[in-house]
């Protein structure tokens, strides 16, 4: 477990033009927003869901992950393109 509640880490150790929301780890259902990164690092099991909530907003950690495609990120509803 980590100390940087559900983000993978610091806020702002990341690419400095870049927020949650634009990073491949992010993952979105409605207004819940949850790090796939947290979640690898931190070994869970359980859903994405039941992960610690984040802000889409927040800047960017160390482990952003620029999308494959930048118009596409999973969501609950799998692959999103925007
Ligand atoms: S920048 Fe990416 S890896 Fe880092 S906390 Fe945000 S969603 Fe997770």
Redesign the pocket.
């Known amino acids: 477990m980590n100390k940087f509640g559900g ?3 610091i ?1 702002g150790t ?1 690419p400095k033009d ?1 927020k ?1 929301r634009d ?4 993952w979105e259902k409605g207004v819940k927003y949850r ?4 979640k690898q690092l931190a070994g869970k099991g359980c859903a994405i869901s039941a992960c610690p909530p ?1 802000n889409k907003y ?1 800047a ?6 620029e999308p494959e495609a930048p118009a596409q990120r999973m969501s609950g509803r799998g692959l999103e393109v925007r």
């Open positions: 983000y993978a880490y806020p990341g870049k949650c990073c491949a780890h992010f790090c796939q990164k947290w984040i927040e960017a950690c160390k482990y952003f992950d």
